[in-house]
Nanobody, 114 residues
Framework: VQLVESGGGLVQPGGSLRLSCAAS????????MRWYRQAPGKERELVAA????????SYADSVLGRFTISRDNGKNTVSLQMNSLKPEDTAVYYC????????WGQGTRVTVSS
């Protein structure tokens, strides 16, 4: 079982980042994937989701129109393109597989600040 997030960092408001999550083939080929985030002092929240085939996506209202989730089934990766970032997007971002909802990677930290 493997979920490894990367791509976080410090970015100014209005900037962009692209997060990636590498998953083991066993998980990736069988599962829809999701991105969650957890801000300091807050509960983890669902940000975006994509089905196993990539044919359908969904987003939290707070990121709709700014974030895009995608997956590469040949590389077993799921990505989150984040544009027009706001300070309230600051959080640790995690990917998660539908078939293993209790398994989490280490996350990648995103800080949006001037």
């Amino acid at each position: 079982v493997q979920l490894v997030e990367s791509g976080g960092g410090l970015v100014q408001p209005g900037g962009s980042l692209r997060l990636s999550c590498a998953a083991s083939e066993f998980i990736f080929s069988r599962s829809g994937m999701r991105w969650y985030r957890q801000a300091p002092g807050k509960e983890r929240e669902l940000v975006a989701a994509i089905t196993k085939t990539g044919g359908s996506t969904s987003y939290a209202d707070s990121v709709l129109g700014r974030f895009t989730i995608s997956r590469d089934n040949g590389k077993n990766t799921v990505s989150l393109q984040m544009n027009s970032l706001k300070p309230e997007d600051t959080a640790v971002y995690y990917c998660n597989a539908d078939i293993l909802p209790d398994y989490w990677g280490q996350g990648t930290r995103v800080t949006v600040s001037s």
